[in-house]
Each structure stands twice: as structure tokens, then as C-alpha cells.
């Protein structure tokens, strides 16, 4: 990805967020300037991965199979007791993220607004491919049965809990949606197995100055 588009994104996701009244710490709005002030007292903030995560994964067509992410909250398993995450996403309308499951991360998906989301899931096997077993998964504390590869449609205020294991991909209808995340400790380094081969964070072009810097940019840049 170029380094203007993500500049970019970042800017309208920020509009979105806050035309649908959700708000984001004030460091989501920290240029790399102001970043380059900031000691040990944001050490969560780097070493947790929190912020801006605008990926294509690897598939140079974020329109088409791209995410846009703020994670807000983070543990970190070898630094702090936190259990838990929070992100918020921005799924653009037909924007698609690719197949995938986690080892060992439960997560809540929450439709918070906007358009419908669309995902659909499978069972994976012990060799990690997808199966044509039903799957049995927990929407808004009731328990549904859905085929394998079924289509649900979350409107807003409904909600899916993912267990490991669970195959999924998901895009928008009707509209952008404001997605809502609540997990254990999210490590996007080490636990996401996708069914294809594909990279977590995208290569970056580096056509412009960044305007923010990116969850996984901390170090890099500094």
C-alpha cells in the first residue's frame, strides 16, 4: 500500500468514527511528530500494538479485501496481567477480510452501526482446513446452528462469539458498518491462521510523509 492511501484511510475512518459517535483516545490522533515526545509513560501503547492497523493483506486491493482497525486496549502475555481487547473497525461496504481463524483468541464481533455484516464461517479440522460440518456458535448468548460456509447477517446491536478454530470472513451490505471487537489478549504477530497464505500487515510504499504511524510502526520509525 501506498503511504498516501493509508494517510488517507486513516483520515476518513477518524470522520466515520466520529459521525457515528464513537470516540477514540486522544493518542489516535498523535502525529509521529508528537510521538517522537512521548517516553515510557506510552510504553503500553507500543509494546500492546494499540492504534491504527489498515491492512490489504498483501492483496494490493484494499477496497476489495482490506480492514480498517483501532485497537484500543491490549494485554501483552509476557508484560502485564491485562486479559482482554477492544478494537473498533470500519467495514467498508462489499470490503472483504479474507478467511481466517485463531489459535487461541475468543472473540465478540458487535455491530455497532451502520450497514449489515455478512460473515461466513466453518469448522477447521486438525490439518486446519475447513470442514462441512455444521457449526454450532454462540449469537447474542443464543446458541445457532449454522452449514458450513452459511451466510449470517449481523444488524446492528447483534452480536457473534468465535471460539478458536472457527473459520470466518465478513464484509459489509448496505452501507459502511461500525464493527465492534472484544477478545482475550489479541497477538495479530502470531495468531491469526489465514487459508490462504497471506501476510497480517501490508508492505508500505512510501510515497508521503506518514500522518500517523501505524500499531505495528513504533519501533520501526523511532
Known amino acids: 500500500m501506498k503511504r498516501s ?7 476518513e475512518a477518524a470522520a ?30 507500543r509494546n500492546n500494538a494499540l492504534g491504527w492497523d489498515i491492512t490489504d ?3 494490493g486491493d484494499f477496497l476489495k479485501e482490506g480492514l480498517t482497525l483501532v485497537t484500543m486496549r491490549n494485554g501483552n502475555l509476557k508484560l502485564d496481567k491485562k486479559p482482554y481487547c477492544e478494537k473498533i473497525m470500519l467495514v467498508r461496504d462489499g470490503q472483504i477480510t479474507p478467511t481466517h481463524f485463531h489459535w487461541t483468541k475468543m472473540e465478540d464481533i458487535i455491530n455497532r452501526g451502520g450497514g449489515t455484516l455478512c460473515i461466513k464461517l466453518w469448522k477447521a479440522n486438525a490439518e486446519e482446513q475447513p470442514t462441512n460440518d455444521d457449526v454450532s456458535i454462540q449469537v447474542d448468548g443464543v446458541t445457532r446452528k449454522f452449514k458450513a460456509g452459511e451466510t449470517l447477517r449481523l444488524q446492528p446491536g447483534e452480536s457473534i462469539s468465535f471460539t478458536p478454530y472457527i473459520y470466518h470472513t465478513f464484509w459489509s451490505e448496505n452501507g459502511w458498518s461500525l464493527i465492534g471487537e472484544v477478545s482475550t489478549v489479541n497477538d495479530d504477530a ?3 491462521r489465514f487459508l490462504e497464505e497471506l ?7 512510501e510515497d508521503e510523509a506518514p500522518a500517523f504511524l501505524l500499531c ?3 519501533n520501526k520509525l523511532f
Open 216 to 218: 505495528n510502526e513504533y
Open 190 to 192: 502470531n495468531d491469526n
Open 57 to 59: 493483506f498483501g492483496k
Open 5 to 11: 492511501e493509508i494517510n488517507h484511510y486513516i483520515k
Open 199 to 205: 501476510p497480517r500487515y501490508p508492505a508500505i510504499m
Open 16 to 45: 466515520f468514527f466520529d459521525a457515528n459517535h464513537f470516540y477514540l483516545p486522544p493518542w489516535a490522533k498523535w502525529t509521529p511528530a508528537e510521538w517522537q515526545t512521548k517516553g515510557t509513560e506510552c510504553s503500553e501503547i
